[in-house]
């Protein structure tokens, strides 16, 4: 049985439609499909889309779609272009969260395993303040309070720096209103990624 897919952006008209095409150009091995977290249904792939997928040799048969229940549940993995799009999908979609990522979040794994350690460090950050002000506050003034807490929390604070120092934007280019250009630069952004998506997914078959 083949992988379902689900690609999102936000009008499903130019970066989740050149992903799916893309995807299915590359590979017969997956079922793609792409939807917008605003999109309308039934309009075209933009021109801008349509040109450097034309010009890459990569075709597109596409009218945009609006995510919908029924495709959170049909799809295997959902893929967002943005971070932005996938906190809107999760918090739509409660049951969409454990198949939910970026796609440059789920291709990279040293950078999920980058975010899954920032997660971690915030929650440690936030623990060890509240433990600290419960117990100093009857007994400092808030100026005072306030100076001890950023210096007990010092190590918490740098390896949070040091986490986010590491972090490459998860979020894939809007091309939207540019020019061919800046289409083909979202183009080859989106190629790439695939192209680890198909390697990673293969890899997991085997």
Known sequence: MKIKI???CTGNTC????????????????????AGIFAQ??????????????????????????????LIEWADYIL???SQHKQMLISQYEEAQPKTYTLKEFVNEQQAGI????????TALEEKKLKF????????KEEDLQQQLIE??????????????QLESLDIQD???????????TFQEVEKNIELLIKKLDNKEK
């Open 41 to 70: 249904k039934g309009a075209y792939a933009s021109k801008g889309t349509k040109d450097v997928l034309q010009n890459k040799g990569i075709s597109i048969r596409h009218q945009s779609q609006p995510v919908t229940a029924e």
């Open 175 to 185: 091309p939207i209103g540019g020019n061919f250009d800046v289409y083909m630069k």
């Open 152 to 165: 007990y929390t010092q190590d918490e604070i740098q390896s949070i720096r040091s986490l986010e120092a």
């Open 15 to 34: 970066r989740s439609p050149m992903a799916e095409a893309v995807l299915k150009h590359k590979s017969d091995q997956f079922d793609v499909q792409s």
């Open 133 to 140: 002000i419960s117990e100093k506050r009857d007994q400092l």
């Open 115 to 122: 975010w899954e350690q920032l997660k971690k460090a915030y």
């Open 6 to 8: 689900l690609f999102v």
């Open 80 to 82: 967002t272009m943005t």
